[in-house]
Structure formats: C-alpha cells, structure tokens
Nanobody
Framework: QVQLVESGGGLVQPGGSLRLSCVASRSIFSFYDMGWFRQAPGNQRELVARINSGGSTVYADSVKGRFAISRDNTKNMVYLEMNSLKPEDTAVYYC?????????WGKGTLVTVSS
C-alpha cells in the first residue's frame, strides 16, 4: 500500500496563493493516477483536480483557471498550485492515489481562506 503525506496548507487571505505538496512512499509512483480532493465542514469530499500517469489533467469547474495540478515522478511528488483563492476554497485538502484497485488517501492539510 502507498502512503501519502500532504503539506503546504495554512491561512491565506482572499486572492492569495498556496502550493500544496504530496509525497508518495512508493517508487512506482509514476504508474499512479493522482488527485487532490477537498472536504469542507458539513460537505462531502469532492474532487478538485486529477492527473493521470500520462499527465492528462481534470479539474472541478469551481477551480478551473485558478488551480493547477502537476507531478514530478522523479521525486514521487504531486502538487496543487492554488491562485486567486476564495473563502469557499476553505477545506481540508486530501491527496489521493489510484492504481490497480489501490485507492490510497493522505491525512489531509487544512487550507483556510479568510481576511
């Protein structure tokens, strides 16, 4: 099983930027489809962005044009660059890895957008 550890969350003002990082424990990281999900209080966990093993990306409509997902297979890392942050982006952000029936989650990192 792959272990995932997120970092980079914090408090940011509306309009600000943050970069989330996720490191995976497995050296076969390049085979995994990676994603970022988020869950706000009282809400269900939702997909924010996904990048597959070939580098193709998918974004939630709410973050298109503001967020960018990327990966560095040499470092077993996936990133989420978040710009023009809004209060409604406040949530715990989770890293996710999927491959051959594996569906692994990190423990999450809190992003708070507030003035």
């Amino acid at each position: 099983q792959v272990q995932l550890v997120e970092s980079g969350g914090g408090l940011v003002q509306p309009g600000g930027s943050l970069r989330l990082s996720c490191v995976a424990s497995r050296s076969i990281f390049s085979f995994y489809d990676m994603g970022w999900f988020r869950q706000a209080p009282g809400n269900q966990r939702e997909l924010v962005a996904r990048i597959n093993s070939g580098g193709s990306t998918v974004y939630a409509d709410s973050v298109k044009g503001r967020f960018a997902i990327s990966r560095d297979n040499t470092k077993n890392m996936v990133y989420l660059e978040m710009n023009s942050l809004k209060p409604e982006d406040t949530a715990v952000y989770y890293c996710n890895a999927q491959w051959l029936g594996i569906n692994a989650w990190g423990k999450g990192t809190l992003v708070t957008v507030s003035s």
